[in-house]
Nanobody, 116 residues
Framework: QVQLVESGGGLVQAGGSLRLSCAAS????????IGWYRQAPGKQRDLVAT???????NYATSVKGRFTISTDNAKNTVYLQMNNLKPEDTAVYYC??????????WGQGTQVTVSS
């Protein structure tokens, strides 16, 4: 089993910044890629950013240049630094990781609301 606990969401004005954290634990936690996804009301859950074990990052086009994903391997924590936030970034943000059998796990989500 893998447990993921997100934190850091909140309400921010457009142009502001937030940093999300996701603490991963579990003896079956894989060192493979881990990522952030988001889901706005009435929409599907979409990829925001991923980072591989080797540090290779991948971003959605809409967040490139504004968001940065990083990890602290010693703490099994992944971060999402979000700058220049826009109202369209409003969503519930979820962390996703895998176990050694390549089964995916989701965190409980953290709400990000950007006011105009």
């Amino acid at each position: 089993q893998v447990q993921l606990v997100e934190s850091g969401g909140g309400l921010v004005q457009a142009g502001g910044s937030l940093r999300l954290s996701c603490a991963a634990s579990g003896r079956m936690l894989s060192s493979d890629d881990i990522g952030w996804y988001r889901q706005a009301p009435g929409k599907q859950r979409d990829l925001v950013a991923t980072i591989s074990n080797g540090g290779v990052t991948n971003y959605a086009t809409s967040v490139k240049g504004r968001f940065t994903i990083s990890t602290d391997n010693a703490k099994n924590t992944v971060y999402l630094q979000m700058n220049n936030l826009k109202p369209e970034d409003t969503a519930v943000y979820y962390c996703r990781a895998y176990d050694i059998l390549r089964r995916g796990y989701w965190g409980q989500g953290t709400q990000v609301t950007v006011s105009s």
